[in-house]
């Protein structure tokens, strides 16, 4: 799951401030996962103390009660890996009554959860990859005296992409922060004069958030953090790594920085190449809100085509319809979220070009160009994508499947006509790898050219939801 996760520990004297941290920190990873979120604490007796809600994190009342604690973790939620639901929802809280209780948020996709490690947990019964791996670190606490030695422990069992924060009760209370050996999902961490903190993108650590130095953690590290403070260790090593290229060019906010590279630096100059690989005539070039702005500066800038916004999003339909669960739901969220400008005549009988971040099933960009024909009288609708033809499935984190790809078994002419465009035009793998500007080994590109990384069992969506 491409979920959101933050951490943290304030220092002693400082827990006071926590709630105010807690809701900045969620609030900015709340684009990661917007079907619900939860948090978890500590109380003052070691206790793990947990609290969950669906929609988004502004309407929450999660935060309306104290937060009788001074270390934190919280979870947004993009479901993948099983039902959506509250029971789904993140923190997964293990060992109530033991002396050793945790609360696991987690993102990413563990390839052997439901089959290597479900055997080691002995059960039968459907559930996340998460819940799976807080019975593994459930199981290991009662093998291993040492906290930090269990969760190690269980965490080389497992396979597969994950950032994680657990959060450790009991009479030494801790945060542990984990990424796997590859490196597939960002996450940093960072301190300031307040406390210890770990999120999902360095965006957090801004001054309008956490207002922290941050550093992101390496992959194949481990961050143990306590109110005194904290330490980095080595639990596993790669030869390479292999960062999620969609970070890059969706999932992350353009103001972070993944593995040093600026993600709006790598938008910017998609829409270059873009420009300079195509040669289309339009007369205006538009972005499909809101991933799509970015990448249209740079093609804009490159061509001298004027930009306009012939799409604006509605800013009180918040919801990313890539997220949405089901084709029906995805189509009634793009239908919401999508303003057509133009009405005023502005686009009539002109010539357009939209560039959208990727096309994965086809629903948002399909239903624009129906609006963009029906309401503005538009002659020649083309489309500009920034990321090249997705055709195999995602093990990692990310919610698509091979038989709801737009994209298989079709030829740019036949997907261009099940969309409704006049053209269609891909960003080429070499140039996607060359935006980012890393070693092509080191980048996940397994759903563009079915080349993974680790053995993996390709479940559908109900095997893997039970």
Same mark, same amino acid.
């Given at each position: 799951m491409a979920c959101g996760v933050i951490g943290i520990a304030m220092r002693e004297g400082k827990e006071h401030l926590i709630r105010d941290y807690a809701r900045s920190g969620l609030v900015v990873v709340n684009h990661r996962g917007e079907e619900s979120h939860g948090i978890a604490m500590v109380s003052p007796d070691g206790r793990i103390e947990s609290r969950r809600e669906k929609g988004l994190v502004r309407d929450s009342d999660v935060f309306d009660d104290p937060l009788n604690s001074g270390m934190f973790v919280g979870h947004t939620r993009?479901?993948?890996?099983?039902?959506?639901?509250?029971?789904?929802?993140q923190p997964v809280v293990g060992g109530r009554k033991s002396d050793t209780p945790t609360a696991i948020v987690a993102n990413g996709d563990l390839v052997n959860a439901y089959t290597e490690l479900?055997?080691?947990?002995?059960?039968?019964?459907?559930?996340?990859?998460?819940?799976?791996?807080?019975?593994?670190?459930k199981q290991k606490l009662k093998e291993h005296d040492d906290a930090v030695e269990a969760i190690r422990s269980a965490m080389l069992m497992c396979k597969g992409a994950y950032s994680l924060a657990i959060l450790v009760g009991g009479k030494s209370p801790m945060i542990v922060a984990m990424r796997d050996p590859l490196g597939y999902m960002p996450l940093s961490i960072g301190e300031n004069d307040d406390g210890y903190f770990v999120a999902?993108?360095?965006?957090?650590?801004?001054?309008?958030?956490?207002?922290?130095?941050?550093?992101?953690?390496?992959?194949?590290?481990?961050?143990?953090?306590?109110?005194?403070?904290?330490?980095?260790?080595?639990? %596993? !090593?790669?030869? #390479?790594?292999?960062?999620?290229?969609?970070?890059? =060019?969706?999932? &992350?906010? *353009?103001?972070?920085?993944?593995a040093g590279v600026s993600v709006y630096d790598v938008r910017e100059t998609i829409g270059r190449k873009l420009a300079e690989t195509y040669k289309i005539e339009v007369d205006f070039v538009s972005p499909v809100p809101d991933s799509g702005r970015i990448f249209t500066y740079g093609y804009a800038n490159a061509t001298g085509v004027p930009m306009i916004e012939a799409l604006m999003r509605d800013r009180y339909e918040a919801k990313r319809s890539f997220m949405q669960d089901g084709t029906a739901s995805r189509i009634a969220v793009a239908r919401k979220k999508l303003d057509v400008m133009g009405a005023d005549g502005r686009l009539r009988g002109k010539r357009l070009?939209?560039?959208?971040?990727?096309?994965?099933?086809?629903?948002?960009?399909?239903?624009?160009? %129906? !609006?963009?024909? #029906?309401?503005?009288?538009?002659?020649?609708?083309? =489309?500009?994508? &920034?990321? *090249?033809?997705?055709?195999?499935?995602?093990?990692?984190?990310?919610?698509?499947?091979?038989?709801?790809l737009i994209a298989v078994g079709k030829s740019t002419y036949e997907i261009a006509s099940a969309i409704g465009a006049d053209s269609l035009h891909y960003l080429s793998s070499e140039d996607l790898v060359s935006a980012i500007g890393l070693q092509e080994r080191d980048i996940c590109m397994a759903c563009v050219n079915g080349s993974y990384a680790q053995k993996v069992e390709l479940l559908t969506r109900e095997e893997k939801r039970g």
């Open positions: 993009y479901a993948t890996s099983s039902s959506n639901g509250i029971k789904n929802t479900r055997a080691v947990v002995r059960t039968n019964k459907p559930m996340s990859d998460t819940r799976i791996l807080g019975r593994l670190v999902s993108e360095s965006v957090a650590f801004g001054s309008k958030y956490f207002n922290a130095d941050h550093a992101e953690l390496a992959p194949g590290h481990m961050a143990i953090i306590t109110p005194q403070g904290l330490k980095v260790h080595t639990f %596993a !090593q790669a030869d #390479r790594t292999q960062h999620c290229w969609f970070q890059w =060019v969706y999932m &992350a906010k *353009p103001s972070s920085v993944i070009l939209i560039i959208d971040d990727s096309l994965v099933r086809g629903n948002t960009t399909k239903e624009a160009i %129906a !609006q963009l024909r #029906r309401e503005t009288g538009v002659a020649e609708v083309h =489309v500009g994508i &920034a990321s *090249p033809p997705i055709r195999h499935q995602c093990v990692y984190g990310l919610d698509f499947y091979k038989n709801e």
